[in-house]
């Protein structure tokens, strides 16, 4: 069982500021969460082999192959503004 402490607690790990109302659904919710757990801590798992994800998971990107550039001018062509060769953007960071 939750205590109203333990609630606190958490709220505050959590950076919530709850209001009483808030507090007690989150604890009956908190409650009902943990029961699963216990139920299914009561499951008979002997002889099932523990594994990361039900199914396997393969990797299905491709190969990373270079290929052809475009052309520093199109580029440049492309962008909104450009200065010496660079594409120039609006500052993002105000310096001191």
């Known amino acids: 069982m939750i205590d109203a402490a333990q609630m606190d ?6 950076r919530l500021e709850l209001t009483p109302d808030e507090r007690e659904a989150m604890t009956r919710d908190l409650v009902r969460v943990l029961g699963y757990f216990e139920q299914l801590r009561e499951v008979n798992t002997d002889g099932v082999e523990e594994m990361q994800r039900p ?12 290929g052809q550039a475009f052309p520093a001018s199109v580029i440049e062509a492309l962008a909104p503004e450009t200065q ?13």
């Open 9 to 14: 607690h958490l709220a505050s790990l959590a």
């Open 55 to 66: 199914v396997t998971l393969v990797n299905v990107l491709r190969d990373d192959v270079p």
């Open 84 to 96: 010496d060769g660079f594409i120039r953007v609006p500052r993002t960071v105000e310096a001191d």
